[in-house]
T-cell receptor
Framework: RKEVEQDPGPFNVPEGATVAFNCTYS??????FFWYRQDCRKEPKLLMS???SGNEDGRFTAQLNRASQYISLLIRDSKLSDSATYLC???????????FGAGTTVTVRA | GAGVSQTPSNKVTEKGKYVELRCDPI?????LYWYRQSLGQGPEFLIY????????DSGLPNDRFFAVRPEGSVSTLKIQRTERGDSAVYLC???????????????FGEGSRLTVL
């Protein structure tokens, strides 16, 4: 079983719609969580960290459920520019590296 | 530029050949990571340097892969006797701090796309 699992999508949504997707992680020792964004044939970039209490950054909301070992990302009022692959990332306590999921592809259409 | 720089951006080689991929991290970043990304997959960890030393090389798939960072800045990933299965995008990332102090923000280069024929 992969450490980090994501629904690959694609999620095809119209502009202005809300889209949400989850990521599950297998290791309960996971300490820190992040969402990265990767545009087609480009490098991943940090979108936002995920805090235990949940957090928002503009139109993006991230939630963490430690009991069920999943995190979620919700995008409100989708823009064409939100089209990308969203990578779920976990960091284990005492570890140095980040572990990435395979990504969820979102396509926003006009 | 101020970002992570990787060269070459594209490399096509024949099975069995030796390749070197170079990474120039952001100035002042002590932590450097190599990841590999295959089509449709997320980045897969290869090796992590803190300064000049490889603090964690547990992700290197076999002994054909080796990486160095002799002066604590530029790093080179070396692949011997390349195989078709080595074809992927090799991503380098750096961060200001490594280890448990890592805030989780890695700055990635655009990658070196390796194709082994």
């Amino acid at each position: 079983r992969k450490e980090v699992e994501q629904d690959p999508g694609p999620f095809n949504v119209p502009e202005g719609a809300t889209v949400a997707f989850n990521c599950t992680y297998s290791n309960s020792a996971s300490q820190s969580f992040f969402w990265y964004r990767q545009d087609c044939r480009k490098e991943p970039k940090l979108l936002m960290s995920v805090y235990s209490s949940g957090n928002e950054d503009g139109r993006f909301t991230a939630q963490l459920n430690r009991a069920s070992q999943y995190i979620s990302l919700l995008i409100r009022d989708s823009k064409l520019s939100d089209s990308a692959t969203y990578l779920c990332v976990v960091k284990y306590e005492g570890d140095y590296k980040l572990s990435f999921g395979a990504g969820t592809t979102v396509t926003v259409r006009a | 530029g101020a970002g992570v720089s990787q060269t070459p951006s594209n490399k096509v080689t024949e099975k069995g050949k030796y390749v070197e991929l170079r990474c120039d991290p952001i100035s002042g970043h002590t932590a450097l990571y190599w990841y590999r990304q295959s089509l449709g997959q997320g980045p897969e960890f290869l090796i992590y340097f803190q300064g000049t030393g490889a603090a964690d090389d547990s992700g290197l798939p076999n002994d054909r892969f080796f990486a160095v960072r002799p002066e604590g800045s530029v790093s080179t990933l070396k692949i011997q006797r390349t195989e078709r299965g080595d074809s992927a995008v090799y991503l380098c990332a750096s961060s200001l701090k490594g280890g448990p102090s890592n805030t989780g923000e890695l700055f990635f280069g655009e990658g070196s796309r390796l194709t082994v024929l």
